[in-house]
């Protein structure tokens, strides 16, 4: 089993930064990707970003290319989300994901998934 806790989200103001971070913790070594997805009130989940824990490519959302920066520090097995212009189209639940490759992730297929931090973002 892997567990997935996220954190750092609150209420921030338009153009304001965040950064959200994702520790994990038990079987880590089956995971081979790591990404962020999101779920405003009333809509589906949707990807965000993704990457693998080896190195190499990161993947974003069309949505948030330019603003947000996902990153991973190996060493404290924790991923981070750095979100800057913030919009408030940005507000949702965000969670971390884990699955045996990024390409599970990006789909959506990830077997692990962290109870989610709430961000707002006011206008």
């Known amino acids: 089993q892997v567990q997935l806790v996220e954190s750092g989200g609150r209420l921030v103001q338009a153009g304001g930064s965040l950064r959200l971070s994702c520790a994990a913790s038990g079987r880590t070594f089956s995971t081979y990707g790591m990404g962020w997805f999101r779920q405003a009130p009333g809509k589906e989940r949707e990807f965000v970003a993704a990457?693998?824990?080896?190195?190499?490519?990161?993947y974003y959302a069309d949505s948030v290319k330019g603003r947000f920066t996902m990153s991973r520090d190996n060493a404290k097995n924790t991923v981070y989300l750095q979100m800057n212009s913030l919009k408030p189209e940005d507000t949702a639940v965000y969670y971390c994901a884990a699955a045996s490759s990024v390409r599970a992730v990006v789909a959506g297929e990830s077997g692990y998934w962290g109870q989610g931090t709430q961000v707002t973002v006011s206008s």
């Open positions: 990457v693998r824990w080896t190195g190499g490519a990161t």
